[in-house]
């Protein structure tokens, strides 16, 4: 059987269970956005690791090599974000082509240290290799965090309200602008394909509201990953479209190109941004808390249901969404 | 300038000081075969990623996937042997080609989890993506120790004796069969190439033993590995070639195709012996309980000295090393 068949994450899915008898008690494996190892009486430690491919997560030519060792470390971080934990270090391994020169290479480290100063995360190690071809980067984060305290994609409850910490689709646009257009006034949309903010000071905050249930990062777009938690969870959920943030760049952005800013925003990707579920009683505080911490909104978008899938409306009447998120097997948006 | 100029070393030297005032009190970063995070009072938790790329550590007709998923987390966890420490979990991302079949890939899983089962080493999370490309495999893996407790390259005294925990060359004779000869009587060769055994048992015992200086693995030939440790250590060695131990089957191998096995042991690479120092009054009855427990040999070869480089002895006479170890930029033994 081709992979493609299967995809990710039902290839994913036909190992990770049997791995499962190998982990201690209080660890939790495969299936969040960071794994959880027991390291003392009252901490965990949270780590991931991620790989970027040449020509499927990036094109050399289109971005700077700044970028590209930000957004590296940044994505990972986000993953740190996404248990509310707080980072503590970083490896990076990376397979190089042998054309590339030393000033490339040490402009991807500038990008990488800028960030890593930034939250004071140290590189403690990694590996360097030639590669025959592509330019693979693979990044391994960790982070700590209180006992128990870390936020699974399963912890969702009925009735919660479903959230997002920043405008989605940016991002894809951003991309979309990389590849097509690239007018200066898409300057905006493109630094935030390619500059991510990861909202660690935000989710470690989040993380200590006792109202704040489930917790993830959106990287494959919200239409793909609010599946992660309601399948996690056993539940379902109601989106409500007119609610989801849309910035005025994104808007002004698809007026010109006569595109649907929602379908950026639903399907397009790599946001990093927050998606969480919290208490309904909670979360008015919450959100109130939040804005006067962070001085930027927790956007409600809908509600855990007890049904099965989610349903997308638009004014309260259901609409069919078509599209997924971004799955490395079958629709790499640069690759294909 | 070109990557290959300044070599795999000289560029991670490069950026590695830039990252060492990140580093916490009691953290150890890039110059060791693991990093060290300490994580409570009593244990520091050690680290270590590696990427493997086809085509450059592998050919993938060449060898079985059961046989690339053992060896891929067999180095990794060599190198947390390499520190004396326990292991405790690992991470697995993967670039795979669109042609790969999931038989394949669940066969290079089967070959993991075996060595995974066997020392009881959970998978607990990692990636999976495609690759326009080439098979590209990196692992991460953890392991923890005893506060302090973790044995670096730098750790080595004058006086010491140097010894390994194996014949060295098979591995890399295993190789030379697999890509030029593979007749019947080098199979024992091969089976030491493609499955490696991590001292995993023995390196935690010899970790407990008070004359026990610097340790590391040797993964790119003695030859250029034995530079680690005096680099780090400041000393020089002079190691008796004449005691570096050969087994029948590379004698036997070199004589057909009229080698030097000597060539193998010291320049070969992917050895995964352990190679430590010792103090030189305790060596001796290390060495005699070491063999008690596990049944086989600590082969001394030679002595740390004061002096700032490797001397190659042959019977008391020094000679002249012509050949270092591997180097991924420079003489990768199977991409160029």
Known sequence: MQLEEIGEFGFIKSFAKKFDKLIPPGGHGIGDD?????????????ISSDMLVEDVHFIKEKSSPEDLGYKSLAVNLSDIAAMGAKPTSSFLSFAIPRTFTTEYLDKFIEGYYNLSEKFNIPLMGGDTTSSPDKFVINITVTGVIDKGKAKLRSMAQEGDIIAVTDFLG??????????????????HLINRHNRPEPYLMQSQWLCEQPGVNAMMDISDGIGSDINHILNSSNKGAVIKTEQIPISSHLKEYCKQYKTDPLEFAISGGEDYSLLLTANENSFKQIAKEYNRNFKTTLFPIGKITSKNEPVWTLNNKAIKKESGGFNHFFDSKICR
Chains 1, 2 share one sequence.
């Open 34 to 46: 960071c794994a959880i190892i027991p390291i003392s009486e009252n901490r965990d430690m949270v």
């Open 170 to 187: 940016d991002s894809a646009a951003g991309l979309h602008a990389i590849l097509h257009s690239n007018d200066k006034n898409s300057k």
